[in-house]
């Protein structure tokens, strides 16, 4: 029979190991990022258990939330104050689902930025404009990341803290 520290231990390295792919994730958009940070430690707050879990499981799925949306609701931002409507938005969203199975690892945001584009140039009637438009998606795509990828570094801190307050207090 496996005692419990053992199956504690197991857990807690599963969990590291989900960081990992959470933060590549992040970065490389063919892996689930932030989702899988967080649900990895609810996982191991459920079979751990203890004061330090639950307070970890608690920031990281606050950062996780704030990561997430803060990465969206920038890029849209970003794009309403271009004056861009919403159906290329929507276009470049469809477009990058599909990109998704077109192009391994980084379909997502290629087909997003590629259905951006084309839906924009054919608008305004005016490829450089649609151009323009494509830049400002990419840069603010580019923040959004780094905001979610820094909120999801900050989740590992305190991960990493809350696996040491664990197995040492």
């Given at each position: 029979m496996v005692d419990s520290l053992t199956v504690q231990i197991v857990v807690t390295i599963l969990a590291g190991l989900a960081y990992i792919v959470g933060?590549?994730?992040?970065?490389?958009?063919?892996?689930?990022?932030?989702i899988t940070i967080v649900i990895a430690t609810l996982i191991w707050a459920i079979i751990v258990g203890g004061w330090p879990a639950w307070i970890a499981f608690g920031i990281v799925l606050l950062l996780g939330a704030a990561g997430m949306t803060t990465s969206y609701v920038l890029t849209g931002r970003?794009?309403?104050?271009?004056?861009?409507?919403m159906w290329p938005i929507y276009v470049g969203i469809v477009s990058g689902i599909v990109g998704i199975f077109v192009i391994p690892f980084l379909g997502l945001p290629i087909?997003?930025?590629?259905?951006?584009y084309i839906s924009e140039?054919?608008?305004q009637k005016d490829w450089r404009k649609g151009l323009t438009t494509m830049?400002?998606?990419?840069?603010?795509?580019g923040v959004?990341?780094?905001?979610?990828?820094?909120l999801a570094m900050c989740s590992t801190i305190v991960f990493a803290i809350a696996v040491t307050a664990h197995f040492v207090l």
């Amino acid at each position: 029979m496996v005692d419990s520290l053992t199956v504690q231990i197991v857990v807690t390295i599963l969990a590291g190991l989900a960081y990992i792919v959470g933060l590549a994730g992040i970065i490389v958009p063919v892996l689930p990022g932030t989702i899988t940070i967080v649900i990895a430690t609810l996982i191991w707050a459920i079979i751990v258990g203890g004061w330090p879990a639950w307070i970890a499981f608690g920031i990281v799925l606050l950062l996780g939330a704030a990561g997430m949306t803060t990465s969206y609701v920038l890029t849209g931002r970003r794009l309403h104050r271009a004056e861009v409507p919403m159906w290329p938005i929507y276009v470049g969203i469809v477009s990058g689902i599909v990109g998704i199975f077109v192009i391994p690892f980084l379909g997502l945001p290629i087909g997003f930025l590629i259905g951006l584009y084309i839906s924009e140039a054919i608008r305004q009637k005016d490829w450089r404009k649609g151009l323009t438009t494509m830049w400002i998606a990419l840069k603010a795509l580019g923040v959004g990341i780094l905001i979610e990828f820094s909120l999801a570094m900050c989740s590992t801190i305190v991960f990493a803290i809350a696996v040491t307050a664990h197995f040492v207090l």
